[in-house]
């Protein structure tokens, strides 16, 4: 079977033009066809759908890098890259349980993209935006299709402890935190705050999104508190009508830091030695406001619980257990919750 699929696959993507897998209505044809074909299979050979799947996944892998050694390492585009999008398609849709075969694909698309944006601009902005930011049309549903499709190609990365050597910032870094190339070299989760989706939000930060400020952007809760002092300062009004999506996102990122502090300009860093200062010094009359918490802003200690939480969560990003190694744990099932930032 692994030999006429491999034969069935090259006739039939000979025949195809280059072109042809750029529309994603052509991709979903392709994909409805080899489902038939995974379907069809199985039934008169008596096989596993998941071997079929497999089988067919790994031609198309196959394909992609015959196609490119043979252009000297260098990939071709057009079909022979945009076939990895049916096979990833197939990956989800059936559920492949493969990880060596998924991290191949992952690191297929990478290699040849330097990025992961479009398994990722579907969850954060929809199937509708995505066309007119990157001209490229998700192959998933809908937007609550992207956000499965997202979890299911994280899990497997956190699986496959992927990480990948980046040029901005130069180190390697794991799978949610490879940049987004034609969004400024940001990383998912600033997008994601920049464009207010706490639900794609809290995803990431329950994967282990990095929170830190790099030489690029300011840090997510930077970000946050910027544009919350903005409206604040705009308005005369004391019951200022802050967006309720900022206020979530804000809530969400400060279950994942012990204190918000900010960093203080390089000139002034340079001079004093101060690379950064509480929260509470820089934007007082936020907390004022009780937007951030005394213990969260360095007008307070933060509490004890909350510091167990970050430390294990640490603990558990280091050791790739993230989110669902909170569940092996032997400890009440809130406590789980409260690990796994579901509640503060």
């Not at 079977?1 to 006739?11: N, P």
């Not at 820089?282 to 510091?307: A, I, M, T």
């Amino acid at each position: 079977m692994e030999v006429l699929i491999d034969c069935y696959f090259d006739r039939l993507f000979a025949e195809l033009e280059r072109s042809c897998l750029a529309s994603r209505y052509k991709r979903r044809e392709l994909v409805g066809y080899f489902s038939d074909v995974i379907n069809s299979c199985a039934e008169a050979e008596k096989l596993d759908k998941q071997d079929v799947c497999e089988r067919i996944v790994q031609s198309a892998l196959r394909y992609h890098n015959i196609t490119m050694m043979e252009n000297g390492q260098v990939c071709l585009l057009g079909k022979f890259h945009n076939v990895l999008y049916v096979a990833a398609k197939l990956c989800y849709d059936w559920n492949l349980r493969n990880n060596e075969i998924v991290t191949r694909l992952l690191n297929d698309i990478f290699y040849c993209e330097k990025t992961f944006e479009r398994i990722f601009v579907g969850a954060i902005f929809g199937t509708r935006v995505t066309h007119f930011l990157s001209g490229w049309k998700s192959d998933f549903e809908d937007r609550e299709e992207n956000i499965k499709a997202l979890i299911y190609f994280m899990d497997h990365a956190v699986e496959g402890r992927l990480e990948y050597r980046c040029q901005s910032p130069l180190t390697r870094c794991r799978f949610i935190d490879v940049p987004m190339e034609s969004y400024g070299q940001v990383v998912p989760l600033r997008v994601a705050i920049q464009h207010g989706a706490p639900d794609i939000l809290l995803i990431m930060l329950r994967y282990g999104a990095s929170i830190e400020s790099d030489t690029l952007a300011p840090s997510p809760i930077e970000i946050l508190l910027t544009k919350l002092n903005e409206y604040d300062v705009q308005s005369t009004d004391e019951r200022v009508p802050y967006p309720q999506d900022l206020l979530t996102c804000l809530k969400l990122v400060l279950r994942t830091i012990p204190t918000a502090c900010v960093k203080t300009p390089n000139h002034i860093a340079a001079q004093s030695g101060v690379f950064s200062v509480s929260m509470y010094e820089q934007y007082p009359n936020l907390v004022d406001r009780k937007l951030v918490p005394p213990e969260r802003s360095g007008l307070c200690p933060p509490e004890l619980r909350h510091l167990c939480r970050c430390s294990i969560r640490e603990t558990l990003f280091r050791n790739w257990a993230l989110p669902h190694g909170i569940q092996a744990l032997q400890i009440p099932q809130t406590l789980r919750n409260y690990l796994d930032i579901m509640c503060d």
